[in-house]
């Protein structure tokens, strides 16, 4: 019984340092990036999305703000974790930086980049974002994630929801990819 304990506890003990080591090397490259650096690689994922998604531009014009986050890394083996940086932007204009961080367990093994932008469309969201200490998508304000089905019907009066998000650009090897559970907070850049 003693040496099965032992056993678990070493097991568990591995899985936390193998995704704290996950989470720490796909964060180094994020945190790197300058502010300037940030706001170009925004503006671009914004435009590669746009691109494969018009839909997602439509959006744009009604969104109070929009939350870019160009590049996340997520990697994982039983235990595993996401990290990259992003920009709000309200219009032209760069308003705040943030870090979207996530953390899972359970049957995954791999390493994937992907982007992700969330269109803001009310001051509810918007308020929740710069209000919270760290906006855990799921918890807040309703969050919906667009798939290519349902994006290609969205239409001006049809949105209702508070916030949009598109996820884009997948690079990798891991078999589920979701924003649920991920924690936006805000951060300092120069």
């Known amino acids: 019984m003693n040496e099965f304990k032992i056993g678990r506890n070493l097991i568990k003990i591995l899985f936390a340092t193998t995704a704290a080591f996950t989470i720490a090397l796909a964060g180094g490259q994020a945190i790197a990036a300058s502010a300037d650096d940030l706001n170009r690689d925004a503006a671009q994922a914004l435009q590669t999305l746009y691109k494969t998604h018009p839909e997602a531009e439509r959006i744009s014009r009604q969104a109070k703000a929009v939350l870019v986050f160009p590049k996340i890394i997520k990697a994982g083996l039983v235990f595993g974790g996401s990290y990259g940086e992003g920009v709000l932007t309200r219009g032209s204009a760069f308003d705040g930086y943030f870090n979207s961080v996530s953390a899972s367990w359970g049957w995954q093994a791999g390493a994937e980049s992907y982007g992700y932008v969330v269109f803001l469309m009310n001051d509810k969201a918007l308020k929740y974002l710069n209000e919270s200490n760290g906006w855990e998508v799921g918890v807040g304000p309703s969050v919906v994630v667009m798939s290519e089905g349902v994006a290609k019907n969205v239409s001006t ?9 598109f996820i884009f650009d997948q690079q990798g090897l891991m078999a589920s990819l979701s924003i649920e559970g991920t924690k936006i907070t805000r951060i300092k850049k120069r």
């Open 157 to 165: 009066l049809t949105l209702k929801d508070d916030a949009y998000a």
